[in-house]
Every structure is written in structure tokens, then in C-alpha cells.
């Protein structure tokens, strides 16, 4: 069983039944300003990301590009005026690739020089040094 060392003596794992109170529990206790309003707002499972999908080819490619050996999940909103997206307003999440330095998970994160902007595709694309982004978002893409 791999487990992360600061987990030694919990289990890793999470069954069916307890993924879905986690979700339900989210999805009562986030709350939300859309875009547009000034008004907190429940979660709305009919718009409001549930989900995100990365396929494991993208994660590897991801991983061995950065020479990683952990990886950090930040949770953002995606918004067109930052980075073009088909999932303006939507919850996501953005890899970063870490390496551990002494004792410390680092993110291996910095800005490239100034280059063109890539357009969308179906498979993200890695660089080093560089976040894994545009998950395929449910919904209303891909959902279980």
C-alpha cells in the first residue's frame, strides 16, 4: 500500500459510500459568488463542477516531465479574461508537479519566458515547470 508518510497510521482509501457524503457535504457546505452577481449562492449540481478528469497518459507525461516525485492540487475558477476556456466561471483544479528538497515538497513552478498561447486540445500539454490545467470539468463534459 503506498501512503503518504504524514498519513502513516490513517487509511488511505475512501469507499463508494464515503466519496458520496464528501461530495454531498461540499456541495452543502460551498458556497459561491457567480459571475455577474453579488449574491452567495448555494452549489448547483447542474452547473457547478463536480468532477474533473485528467486521463493517466497526461499525469504520467506530467510527472516524468518534472522530474517529480509528488504532486500539489490547487483548486481555482476558471475565468476567459485570465486563460481562454471553455469552462468560464466553473471550479477546477491545476496540478503542480513537487520535489522534495531537504524535507520540503517544493512546487516546481515558474513563469516561461513569453510565448505564444497554445490553443485548447482534447490532451493537455506538459512543460516543465509548468501547472497541468484544463481538466475535462463535469458538468457538462464526462460526467459519471
Not at 504520467?60 to 469552462?87: K, Q, S
Not at 497554445?118 to 501547472?131: D, F, K, Y
Request: proline share 8%.
Amino acid at each position: 500500500m503506498i501512503m503518504n508518510p504524514e498519513q502513516e497510521n490513517k487509511d488511505p482509501y475512501v469507499s463508494k459510500a464515503q466519496l458520496d457524503k464528501l461530495i454531498a457535504n461540499y456541495q452543502q457546505k460551498v458556497k459561491r459568488v457567480r459571475k455577474g452577481s453579488n449574491t452567495v449562492q448555494d452549489h448547483d449540481p447542474k452547473i457547478d463542477s463536480k468532477s474533473l478528469w485528467f486521463s493517466r497518459k497526461a499525469i504520467e507525461e506530467f510527472l516524468d516531465l518534472n522530474d517529480a516525485d509528488g504532486l500539489r492540487i490547487y483548486l481555482g475558477v476558471h475565468d476567459t479574461a485570465i486563460m481562454p476556456t471553455e469552462y468560464d466561471d466553473k471550479l477546477t483544479v491545476v496540478l503542480v508537479a513537487t520535489k522534495n528538497v531537504r524535507g520540503v515538497n517544493q512546487d516546481q513552478l515558474f513563469d516561461p519566458p513569453a510565448q505564444k498561447t497554445m490553443a485548447l486540445t482534447s490532451e493537455p500539454v506538459s512543460r516543465p515547470g509548468g501547472g497541468l490545467n484544463h481538466a475535462i470539468i463535469c458538468p457538462p463534459n464526462n460526467c459519471p
